[in-house]
């Protein structure tokens, strides 16, 4: 179930969450990502908050389902790129070998830790074989607030790969880092790349 305070804190946050993402050079593992698809490709954009990464991958030639569950960031992302944002949250996610990736940037550390397995389940199902699934988290435990009462869960990284495992996914490379947030925190990262088997 999507938090609906997280949801509250992003739509009184919008202008300060563009300020933060800003127009940002593009993001070396969205290129990835893109590297693995080819042209006309179709790919859920989980969380899309403005939309940045879906214009980008746009650009490049995917067909993109950027989905958030903001109203806030869904008429900022359509205001500024024309992109066909729409409201949904994770449980909403029911297709069928509907895409061929899945850019989940840091967007399911909103997700109740006791729904993640069905929501990786739901992904799974929603790519073709060998669909992609970049999945960006937060490194750490257990579950927090932020200062805008955003609800964070935390996982390590054999967690998080036990998750995708779980889920029907394998894992084609690990990425860790460290960034600062809107909150003022600077937090640890982990991305995985996974194929849905």
Known sequence: MTDQKTIEAYNSQVDNYLKMVGELEVDPLLLRFIERLKINDYVLDLGC?????SAVMRDKGLRVDPVDAAEGMVQLA???YNIAARQAQFSDIDTTNTYQGVWANFSL?????EDLAAILLALHKALVINGVLHLGMKLGQGAK?????????????PELESYVTGAGFSVIHVELGESLGMAGDIEPWIVLSCLAQ
């Open 109 to 113: 550390l909103h997700a109740q830790t």
């Open 78 to 80: 359509n205001d500024k």
């Open 145 to 157: 607030r932020d200062k805008y009462d955003r609800y964070y869960a935390y996982y390590s990284q």
């Open 49 to 53: 908050g403005p939309a940045i990464a």
